[in-house]
């Protein structure tokens, strides 16, 4: 059917949008670390971690 998806496109959009909300964060850490260091801090922490879960999900995608 026309809503089906073959695991390896959900696999890149997950991923994509994963890598798109990394960008987010991103764009906005160094505005929050004039501001608060402290949520600086914790919002590096979440990039780093969204980054390792992006690249375990994208390597499913993976050709051995």
Known sequence: P???HSTAE???LITARAYAAVDTMR???D??????????DIL???IDGLEKLA???KSENRKV
């Open 31 to 40: 505005a929050v670390d004039t501001e608060d260091p402290s949520t600086a």
């Open 27 to 29: 764009a906005v850490l």
């Open 10 to 12: 959900v696999v890149d």
């Open 44 to 46: 590096h922490q979440l």
């Open 55 to 57: 690249w375990l999900i």
């Open 2 to 4: 026309a809503y089906e």
